[in-house]
C-alpha cells in the first residue's frame, strides 16, 4: 500500500465562526457558507445563546436558498427578477444559478431581466396577493480567481459581515471548509505521475457533513457531495489535459482513471487522495425485472440477458481484464449497430439496447449487432459509487478505465474500441444507433465558475434529446428518419414527450434554447459528419443519469422504443 498523496479534515467553518463570534458578545454578523440549512440555523443558535445576532446564508445557489428560507412563497402573485452579470461570466451565468426558481413558485408569475445596480446581488420585485410591492436584494457572494488551469473564473465563495460591538466592522471574503478542501485536493492529485504504460485508478475520496436536500421539482435537490464529485472530475481531467498539452475537453487523454467518491458524513469535511491498482473485480447486486427495471442492473445480469439474444457472441478486452460482450445476428434486414453504455453513468441504454436486442432477435430477418455495455470498467466504478452515494450523478465513471472516452480513442491498442471496429468487420453496419443519456438534474461546478465547462448545453435537464451524425450523402436519410423517430416514440410514449415539454420549459427560462433544432417536440441537433466509420448515427440522450424507480424504467422504455423506431424507419429508408 503506497502513501496517500494527501489526507486531511478541514475544521468546519461554521465552527470556527461560533468560536471566533461567541467570544465578542454584542457583535452581529451575516455571514455565507456551503452548508445545509440545519447546521447553519444550529450555528445561528448557538451565537445567539452568546449573544450574537447571527443570520448565515447560503453561498451556494442564494437566491434559490432565499426563496426556500426568507420569502413566504405562498402569498407570492408575481416575482420580477434582476440577475446580476459580470464580464468574467457568461451572460446567463446568475440566471442559470436561480434554477429552478420558476417552479419553486408555481402560482406565481416569475419574470427576469439581465443586469443590476449592485455588483454579485439579485434586485426582486415582489408583488403579493393583495397588490402590495416589495423590493429585495439578494447577494451573491462571488470571487475573481484563477483556476488549476489557470483559466480566469468567477466562482461563489463564503462571505463575512459584521459589526463588532466596538463599531469596526468587516465586510471580506470568506474561504470555507469545503472551498479549501477542494483547492488542496486539485493540487495534491496534479502531482501524481503516472507511471509510463502503467494505469492505476487516482481515487479521490471525500465526506462532507451536509444531507441532500431535495426542491420537490424533478430530480432537482440541493446536494453539495455531488457538486464537489463534479467539480474534482473535471478539474483533474482538465489538469492532465493541460499538463499533456492537449486542449480542454480532449477525450483522448489516457492519464488512469479518476475517481472521485464524495459521501456525506458528520463531522469535518475530510479528503483523501491516493493512488490504487485497477481491479477486475465484478461488483454484484439484485437482478433486476427487465421489463421494468428499477435500478441500472448488474453486469452478471446484462451478461445473461445479452446470451437470451442468441446469434453469435464476439468480444473485446478492457485494460483491467474484463470483457465487452456482443453478439451479432444475421438475417436479411440491412444491419443496424445497436450500442449502449459507453459512458458507464448513462445506464438506461443499457437495458434499451438488451429489450430492443431481444424483441429484433425473436423477428424473421434481423440483422444487428449488440454492445449494451461498451465500458465495464467504467460501469464496476458505477456499481461501487452508487451505492456510496445515491442521487448522484457520477461523472466519475463517465470514461474508461484509460481515462479516456472509446469512441474518440484513435491509438492501439484498441481496447474497448475493438468492439465496434469487430462489429464493422462482421457486417458492415451503415447506420449506427448510439445509447446515451445526460444529468437528470442541474449539473454544476461551483468551485470552478459554476457552469460546466464546454457541457454548458448539458447543465439543465431538457427531456429525450436526439443527435443525429451523416455524412453528406445521406442527408435525406436523416430528416426521414429523424422524423420518423420522433414521431413514432411522441405516440407510443407520450409521457415522454410531455416530461420533456416540462423540462423544456423550465430550461428555457433559465438557460435559453440549446440553439439545436425542435422536431416533433424533441430536440434535435442534425449535422454533417464526413470522418465517421458508419455513414448515419443516431445518439439519443435520455436525462436519466440518477434516476431510480418508475422515472428509471420509463427511461428504459424511452431507449427501446426509440431503438425499434429508428431499426424500423431505417429498414423503410433504405429498403
Ligand atoms: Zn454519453
Same mark, same amino acid.
Given at each position: 500500500?503506497?502513501?496517500?498523496?494527501?489526507?486531511?479534515?478541514?475544521?468546519?467553518?461554521?465552527?470556527?465562526?461560533?468560536?471566533? %463570534?461567541?467570544?465578542?458578545?454584542?457583535?452581529? =454578523? *451575516?455571514?455565507?457558507?456551503?452548508?445545509? !440549512? &440545519? @447546521?447553519? #440555523?444550529? $450555528?445561528?443558535?448557538?451565537?445567539?445563546?452568546?449573544?450574537?445576532?447571527?443570520?448565515?446564508?447560503?453561498? %451556494?445557489?442564494?437566491?434559490?436558498?432565499?426563496? =426556500? *428560507?426568507?420569502?413566504?412563497?405562498?402569498? !407570492? &402573485? @408575481?416575482? #420580477?427578477? $434582476?440577475?446580476?452579470?459580470?464580464?468574467?461570466?457568461?451572460?446567463?451565468?446568475?440566471?442559470?444559478?436561480?434554477?429552478?426558481?420558476?417552479?419553486?413558485?408555481?402560482?406565481?408569475?416569475?419574470?427576469?431581466?439581465?443586469?443590476?445596480?449592485?455588483?454579485?446581488?439579485?434586485?426582486?420585485?415582489?408583488?403579493?396577493?393583495?397588490?402590495?410591492?416589495?423590493?429585495?436584494?439578494?447577494?451573491?457572494?462571488?470571487?475573481?480567481?484563477?483556476?488549476?488551469?489557470?483559466?480566469?473564473?468567477?466562482?461563489?465563495?463564503?462571505?463575512?459581515?459584521?459589526?463588532?460591538?466596538?463599531?469596526?466592522?468587516?465586510?471580506?471574503?470568506?474561504?470555507?471548509?469545503?472551498?479549501?478542501?477542494?483547492?488542496?485536493?486539485?493540487?495534491?492529485?496534479?502531482?501524481?505521475?503516472?507511471?509510463?504504460?502503467?494505469?492505476?485508478?487516482?481515487?479521490?475520496?471525500?465526506?462532507?457533513?451536509?444531507?441532500?436536500?431535495?426542491?420537490?421539482?424533478?430530480?432537482?435537490?440541493?446536494?453539495?457531495?455531488?457538486?464537489?464529485?463534479?467539480?474534482?472530475?473535471?478539474?483533474?481531467?482538465?489538469?492532465?489535459?493541460?499538463?499533456?498539452?492537449?486542449?480542454?475537453?480532449?477525450?483522448?487523454?489516457?492519464?488512469?482513471?479518476?475517481?472521485?467518491?464524495?459521501?456525506?458524513?458528520?463531522?469535518?469535511?475530510?479528503?483523501?487522495?491516493?493512488?490504487?491498482?485497477?481491479?477486475?473485480?465484478?461488483?454484484?447486486?439484485?437482478?433486476?425485472?427487465?421489463?421494468?427495471?428499477?435500478?441500472?442492473?448488474?453486469?452478471?445480469?446484462?451478461?445473461?440477458?445479452?446470451?437470451?439474444?442468441?446469434?453469435?457472441?464476439?468480444?473485446?478486452?478492457?485494460?483491467?481484464?474484463?470483457?465487452?460482450?456482443?453478439?451479432?445476428?444475421?438475417?436479411?434486414?440491412?444491419?443496424?449497430?445497436?450500442?449502449?453504455?459507453?459512458?458507464?453513468?448513462?445506464?438506461?441504454?443499457?437495458?434499451?439496447?438488451?429489450?430492443?436486442?431481444?424483441?429484433?432477435?425473436?423477428?424473421?430477418?434481423?440483422?444487428?449487432?449488440?454492445?449494451?455495455?461498451?465500458?465495464?470498467?467504467?460501469?464496476?466504478?458505477?456499481?461501487?459509487?452508487?451505492?456510496?452515494?445515491?442521487?448522484?450523478?457520477?461523472?466519475?465513471?463517465?470514461?474508461?478505465?484509460?481515462?479516456?472516452?472509446?469512441?474518440?480513442?484513435?491509438?492501439?491498442?484498441?481496447?474497448?474500441?475493438?468492439?465496434?471496429?469487430?462489429?464493422?468487420?462482421?457486417?458492415?453496419?451503415?447506420?449506427?444507433?448510439?445509447?446515451?443519456?445526460?444529468?437528470?438534474?442541474?449539473?454544476?461546478?461551483?468551485?470552478?465558475?459554476?457552469?460546466?465547462?464546454?457541457?454548458?448545453?448539458?447543465?439543465?435537464?431538457?427531456?429525450?434529446?436526439?443527435?443525429?451524425?451523416?455524412?453528406?450523402?445521406?442527408?435525406?436519410?436523416?430528416?426521414?428518419?429523424?422524423?420518423?423517430?420522433?414521431?413514432?416514440?411522441?405516440?407510443?410514449?407520450?409521457?415522454?414527450?410531455?416530461?420533456?415539454?416540462?423540462?423544456?420549459?423550465?430550461?428555457?427560462?433559465?438557460?435559453?434554447?440549446?440553439?439545436?433544432?425542435?422536431?416533433?417536440?424533441?430536440?434535435?441537433?442534425?449535422?454533417?459528419?464526413?470522418?465517421?466509420?458508419?455513414?448515419?448515427?443516431?445518439?439519443?440522450?435520455?436525462?436519466?443519469?440518477?434516476?431510480?424507480?418508475?422515472?428509471?424504467?420509463?427511461?428504459?422504455?424511452?431507449?427501446?422504443?426509440?431503438?425499434?423506431?429508428?431499426?424500423?424507419?431505417?429498414?423503410?429508408?433504405?429498403?
Amino acid at each position: 500500500m503506497t502513501q496517500p498523496l494527501l489526507e486531511r479534515s478541514f475544521p468546519s467553518t461554521l465552527d470556527a465562526l461560533v468560536a471566533e %463570534f461567541g467570544e465578542k458578545p454584542g457583535s452581529r =454578523l *451575516e455571514a455565507w457558507v456551503f452548508a445545509d !440549512v &440545519a @447546521s447553519r #440555523r444550529a $450555528a445561528e443558535a448557538e451565537l445567539k445563546a452568546k449573544g450574537v445576532e447571527a443570520r448565515i446564508r447560503s453561498a %451556494f445557489k442564494p437566491l434559490v436558498h432565499a426563496i =426556500l *428560507e426568507d420569502i413566504a412563497a405562498d402569498g !407570492v &402573485a @408575481s416575482l #420580477r427578477v $434582476a440577475y446580476p452579470q459580470h464580464p468574467g461570466c457568461l451572460p446567463g451565468r446568475f440566471l442559470a444559478e436561480a434554477y429552478p426558481l420558476s417552479a419553486l413558485l408555481p402560482g406565481a408569475e416569475v419574470s427576469f431581466s439581465a443586469g443590476t445596480e449592485t455588483p454579485f446581488t439579485y434586485e426582486l420585485s415582489l408583488t403579493d396577493t393583495h397588490g402590495h410591492t416589495e423590493d429585495l436584494r439578494v447577494f451573491a457572494p462571488n470571487y475573481e480567481h484563477t483556476d488549476a488551469v489557470g483559466e480566469p473564473q468567477v466562482s461563489p465563495t463564503g462571505w463575512l459581515r459584521a459589526t463588532m460591538p466596538d463599531g469596526t466592522s468587516r465586510d471580506e471574503r470568506l474561504e470555507t471548509d469545503v472551498e479549501r478542501l477542494f483547492a488542496a485536493a486539485v493540487a495534491a492529485a496534479a502531482e501524481w505521475q503516472p507511471p509510463e504504460g502503467a494505469f492505476n485508478q487516482l481515487r479521490v475520496a471525500a465526506t462532507l457533513p451536509w444531507p441532500d436536500q431535495p426542491l420537490g421539482v424533478g430530480d432537482e435537490a440541493i446536494r453539495y457531495a455531488e457538486a464537489l464529485h463534479e467539480d474534482l472530475y473535471f478539474s483533474l481531467l482538465e489538469v492532465f489535459q493541460t499538463q499533456s498539452g492537449l486542449s480542454l475537453g480532449d477525450r483522448t487523454l489516457q492519464p488512469g482513471q479518476i475517481a472521485p467518491a464524495v459521501t456525506v458524513a458528520p463531522g469535518p469535511a475530510r479528503v483523501r487522495v491516493s493512488v490504487r491498482a485497477l481491479s477486475d473485480a465484478e461488483p454484484d447486486g439484485a437482478a433486476e425485472n427487465l421489463a421494468d427495471p428499477q435500478a441500472p442492473l448488474p453486469p452478471a445480469q446484462i451478461a445473461a440477458e445479452l446470451a437470451k439474444v442468441g446469434g453469435a457472441a464476439f468480444s473485446a478486452a478492457t485494460v483491467s481484464g474484463r470483457s465487452v460482450l456482443a453478439r451479432h445476428v444475421a438475417g436479411s434486414d440491412a444491419a443496424v449497430m445497436i450500442s449502449g453504455g459507453q459512458h458507464a453513468n448513462e445506464p438506461s441504454g443499457i437495458v434499451g439496447a438488451l429489450r430492443a436486442a431481444q424483441a429484433l432477435a425473436a423477428r424473421p430477418g434481423a440483422h444487428f449487432t449488440v454492445h449494451p455495455l461498451e465500458n465495464p470498467d467504467g460501469y464496476a466504478l458505477y456499481r461501487e459509487l452508487i451505492a456510496l452515494s445515491p442521487g448522484q450523478m457520477l461523472h466519475g465513471a463517465r470514461y474508461t478505465a484509460l481515462g479516456d472516452d472509446l469512441e474518440y480513442r484513435a491509438t492501439e491498442p484498441r481496447y474497448e474500441s475493438a468492439i465496434r471496429d469487430r462489429a464493422r468487420q462482421l457486417c458492415a453496419p451503415n447506420f449506427h444507433i448510439n445509447l446515451h443519456g445526460y444529468p437528470a438534474h442541474e449539473w454544476s461546478r461551483p468551485f470552478t465558475g459554476y457552469v460546466p465547462r464546454g457541457f454548458a448545453m448539458w447543465m439543465l435537464p431538457r427531456g429525450l434529446f436526439f443527435i443525429l451524425r451523416h455524412h453528406s450523402a445521406w442527408s435525406g436519410a436523416a430528416e426521414r428518419l429523424i422524423d420518423k423517430v420522433t414521431r413514432r416514440v411522441g405516440a407510443a410514449l407520450p409521457e415522454v414527450l410531455e416530461l420533456t415539454q416540462r423540462q423544456r420549459k423550465l430550461s428555457h427560462g433559465h438557460a435559453g434554447e440549446p440553439g439545436t433544432r425542435v422536431v416533433n417536440g424533441f430536440c434535435c441537433q442534425i449535422s454533417v459528419d464526413d470522418a465517421m466509420p458508419t455513414p448515419l448515427k443516431l445518439t439519443t440522450e435520455y436525462p436519466d443519469e440518477s434516476l431510480r424507480g418508475p422515472a428509471f424504467a420509463l427511461a428504459c422504455k424511452a431507449q427501446e422504443e426509440t431503438t425499434l423506431a429508428a431499426y424500423d424507419a431505417y429498414q423503410k429508408i433504405v429498403g
